[in-house]
């Protein structure tokens, strides 16, 4: 396998947001635009740079091994996990799989909420055609809607947002993009669930921020985390 020469400058920035790296795993910070996985546009996937990264760095002139064990959409950044053996990519999805890695995303919302901490729970359905998620309404029901859970807490504002945490307690199709919007906050930029105007990125102010989980060969817990992005200025916590 041959991969391709990066230029220095991505070289460098590759490295600079690696947040955690050891024989199995490799921890990144993706960016907004980025995608984790191949798709129909033929842009070049995360995980073919890291490949490719990897190869230059460690002078392999070998097939790099590079697992998906999770996805973020395009327009979110953050923190995203890939495998570097096949025993830790089977752990893994294993892991997702049940819910044994425990996942924290930062928002950034248009509306300020009207409780400080709340469990939300419904039901969601996915709209294949417009890419779309929807919570079914009282009283209604569908064959294929399937139950999303998750907790926020209102922990800050910047002059014009609001900024919450979010703890996704299950994985559904934009999952946090769809409940937030139900209750009246929808994400900064992401005209798909309600925001009235884009970001200049063209991305949505949803971030992977932190992550909890055992390692899948060490059996140690990690908590890794990720730098919010440089555009997210003027947050003040509620501390």
Not at 11 to 18: C, M, P, V, Y
Not at 64 to 87: C, E, N, Q, W, Y
Not at 159 to 174: K, S
Request: glycine share 8%; hydrophobic share 30%; aromatic share 8%.
């Amino acid at each position: 396998m041959i991969y391709r020469i990066l230029p220095r400058e991505e070289f460098e920035d590759l490295s600079s947001r690696i947040l955690y790296e050891d024989n199995h795993l490799l921890v990144v910070n993706k960016k907004v635009g980025e995608i984790v996985q191949g798709d129909k546009t033929g842009d070049e996937p995360l995980s073919e740079k890291y490949k490719a990264f990897i190869a230059q760095r460690d002078a392999k002139p070998g097939q790099v091994f590079m697992g998906l064990p999770h996805r973020l959409d395009r327009p979110v950044s953050g923190i995203t996990i890939l495998a570097k053996t096949s025993k830790a990519l089977e752990r893994l999805n294993s892991m997702f799989r049940d819910g044994d890695v425990h996942k924290y995303y930062w928002a950034l919302v248009c509306q300020e909420p009207s409780q400080k901490k709340e469990h939300l729970k419904g039901m969601l359905w996915r709209n294949e055609k417009q890419n779309k998620s929807y919570i079914c309404r009282p009283g209604t029901s569908r064959k294929d809607a399937k139950h999303a859970e998750l907790i926020y807490e209102y922990i800050g504002k910047t002059e014009r947002y609001f900024l919450v945490e979010v703890e996704l307690l299950t994985g559904r199709h934009h999952q946090i993009r769809c409940q937030l919007s139900n209750m009246g906050c929808p994400i900064k930029g992401d005209l798909k669930y309600g925001a009235p105007r884009s970001n200049p990125d063209g991305g949505i102010s949803l971030h992977a921020r932190r992550i909890t989980f055992i390692h899948p060969v060490r059996k140690e817990e990690m908590t890794v985390e990720a730098p919010i992005p440089a555009s997210w200025k003027g947050i003040k916590t509620n501390d």
